[in-house]
Nanobody, 114 residues
Framework: VQFVESGGGLVHPGGSLRLSCQASGIIFSIFAAGWFRQAPGKQREMVAGITIGGVTNYTDSVKGRFAISRDNAKNTVYLEMNSLKAEDTAVYYC?????????WGQGTQVTVSS
């Protein structure tokens, strides 16, 4: 199983980014999936999740700004991020939402700075 995250970069506060997570070796559509992030010196946290049926949930700090979606035909999960803040700076990862998870991918760096 491999997750390849992409779409990160350097953006000014208030800007937007769209992250993609392409999965291989796993049928993404039969699992709930999520986006996670890890900032320097902090633990990895889940920021958004999406069920098999497309129901979404978000951590409070990103509600109204981030949107998770999935394209089962492409075995891909997306994270649309708007109104970015400096505190959103982190490496972003995706994975399935179960206790026993496959190995994490390399992640994609998101830096929000003026």
């Amino acid at each position: 199983v491999q997750f390849v995250e992409s779409g990160g970069g350097l953006v000014h506060p208030g800007g937007s980014l769209r992250l993609s997570c392409q999965a291989s070796g796993i049928i993404f559509s039969i699992f709930a999936a999520g986006w996670f992030r890890q900032a320097p010196g902090k633990q990895r946290e889940m920021v958004a999740g999406i069920t098999i049926g497309g129901v979404t949930n978000y951590t409070d700090s990103v509600k109204g700004r981030f949107a998770i979606s999935r394209d089962n035909a492409k075995n891909t999960v997306y994270l649309e991020m708007n109104s970015l803040k400096a505190e959103d700076t982190a490496v972003y990862y995706c994975n399935i939402l179960q206790d026993l998870k496959p190995a994490w991918g390399q992640g994609t760096q998101v830096t929000v700075s003026s």
